[in-house]
């Protein structure tokens, strides 16, 4: 258990840093720990919850939202993310979209941003982000992840915002997939599996809680984005391919 909640730790630490919840990479860890993956989504959504509160209400009160795109997106979302949770997934399809969806992470963390001055004309595409919306918030509440790490990367592809409004959206995209899709997980588990994820959950809770503050912290004080985004590429794609190589 104390190399789990350590992990669980410094996941936070890292995709704190970078704007995001880290629930594919939890799921993969207690996936990797031999946990019932049923009870796995019902822990990553909510430690994504505890995870990106925070960064939703200090963009918020920064004044960089851009609310009506951003609810936009996650108003189509958020249904689609409720159904993800309810509908019936088996072990081996669970295990091979989250490997899938840790690996391509990575590769999204190892994209070029733009800087966070305004953004430049959107392009034409732009005007079609919201038909990717729903189909994220569904992957989001099936397997335990927020969808951000898929949307940001290509909102930045078709200049939908500036670099800080796009990590604002993908921020309020995931804490509001993860509780719809925590509703949805909890309402097909039923309360026995719900007590399971409190019983194991809630060291990993304290310990996302205190990772991803730290990780905040980091990156606005002392290391430089790019190392932070190369580091947690490198164990997002670790642990995807671990459990891909395992299955």
């Known amino acids: 258990m104390a190399w789990l909640i350590g992990g669980f730790f410094v996941t936070a630490l890292l ?44 963009f918020a009160r920064a004044g960089v939202t851009p609310w009506r795109g951003a609810l936009l997106l996650t108003g189509i979302a958020a249904p689609a ?73 290509l909102l930045h592809l078709v200049r939908w915002n500036s670099a800080r409004g796009i990590a604002a959206t993908a921020a309020l995209f995931i804490l509001v997939n993860s509780l719809f899709g925590l509703t949805g997980q909890i309402l097909k588990g039923g309360g026995g599996r719900f007590a399971a994820a409190v019983d194991l959950g809630l060291p990993l809770i304290v310990a996302v809680a205190i990772g991803g503050q730290i990780g905040s912290w980091l990156a606005l004080r002392h290391l430089p984005q790019t190392w932070i ?6 164990l997002t794609l670790w642990v995807g391919g671990r459990l891909l190589l395992g299955l």
């Open 81 to 153: 993310a409720f159904l993800g949770g309810l509908t019936p997934i088996g072990e081996g399809t669970f295990l091979t979209i989250l490997g899938a969806s840790l690996v391509l992470t990575g590769g999204t963390m190892l994209l070029p941003l733009r800087g966070s001055a305004a953004p430049e004309r959107p392009s034409g595409a732009a005007r079609f982000a919201p038909l990717i919306a729903a189909p994220l918030g569904y992957l989001a509440g099936l397997v335990g992840i927020g969808g951000g790490i898929f949307l940001a990367p």
């Open 15 to 58: 995709y704190a840093s970078v704007g995001f919840g880290g629930g594919s990479t939890y799921n993969a860890l207690l996936a990797l720990a031999g946990v019932d993956y049923r009870v796995l989504p019902l822990i990553a959504l909510s430690c994504n919850i505890v995870v990106v509160a925070g960064s939703t209400i200090r």
């Open 229 to 234: 985004r190369w580091g947690t590429a490198a």
